[in-house]
Structures are given as C-alpha cells and as structure tokens.
C-alpha cells in the first residue's frame, strides 16, 4: 500500500492522494446530484397544496446539499506536510477549489507521534497519529503492516527531535 512518506534531499514529506478517476466519479455524482431536484421544481404550480410545494422544497435542498458534498470532495483539498529541518517547522499545505493554503508549524507544538490500530472489514490497518498543540490530530496514511506505520513513526520523531550538538 502506498504510504504517502517520501524521503529525498529536501527532507522528508507527507502528501495524501486522490486519483483523476476518484475525483471524476465524485464531480459526476455531485452534478448528478444536482438534477434530482429539476421534476419537482417542474411540478411546482401556484395550484399545487402548500405541503407539496414544502415537501419540494425539502427534496431541491436535500438533493442540493448532496450536491455540494460530492463536489466538494471532487475539488476539496489534498493535505501535503512538508518537515523543514532547517527552520525546525513543518508546512502545511491544504488544498482548496479555489486555491492553497499553506501554514507553517513549529516542531515544539508537536506531539510525539505514536502509531492506532484500526479496525476494518478487511482486517487492521495502521495509522501515524500526529498531534498539534491546540488543533486537531492528524492521522496520516494507512498501512497493512505495523511495521511499517512504526518505521515512519519514528522517522517523524527523529525530525521533531532538537538538534543536539
């Protein structure tokens, strides 16, 4: 299973991933989504009883919102963390439809990482769990072995670690 992790000569970066076709099925959907409503706005007369037209008014939003879920996860946005030794920071990238976000993170604001199981039908799988004073844990990637979570666990402890002369 592909981690995310890459190591190279500008340290070592974390970056989720959502395939063309993912993001295809579920701009689809998403605009799908959006003609659900079209034959009850069709049906809709100054005749029709008031809790007809409320019932329609129900299914445009329900359909609508449903809409705006399925695009938002077809543009919505690719996390990307890269570890900045040098400036003892991490960038956060996040990925908008309408453009990046980049913050940077001091590495003192982070927590040891430490490595959950996780349950699904298809048996355990591992996740990095990366915690940030005063913000949500970030839970990166998925292994199929423990091993491996534990490898990149450490890694990303090494990079947090002060640098000791």
């Known amino acids: 299973m592909a981690s995310g992790f890459v190591e190279g000569p500008e340290g070592l970066r974390y970056a989720e991933h959502i395939s ?3 993001r295809l099925f579920a701009g689809v ?3 799908g989504m959006f003609l659900i409503p079209v034959p009850f706005v069709l049906h809709a007369s100054l005749d029709t009883p008031w809790w007809h037209l409320l019932l329609a008014a129900a299914c445009v939003l329900a359909g609508s919102a449903m809409g705006l879920l399925f695009m938002a996860l077809a543009l919505g946005r690719v ?13 956060r990238t996040s990925r908008w439809p309408w453009g990046a976000r980049q913050t940077p993170i001091d590495f003192g604001r982070f927590a040891p990482p430490d490595v959950l199981e996780r349950a699904s039908e298809d048996g355990p799988y591992y996740v990095v769990r990366l915690a940030v004073q005063g913000e949500r844990p970030m839970h990166l990637s998925g292994f199929d072995r423990r091993e491996d979570a534990e490898h ?6 090494a990079q947090l670690q002060p640098n000791t002369p």
């Open 29 to 31: 959907l998403g605009l």
């Open 79 to 91: 996390l990307v963390l890269q570890f900045d030794t040098r400036r003892r920071r991490v960038l």
């Open 20 to 22: 063309v076709a993912m």
């Open 152 to 157: 990149w666990r450490d890694r990303i402890a």
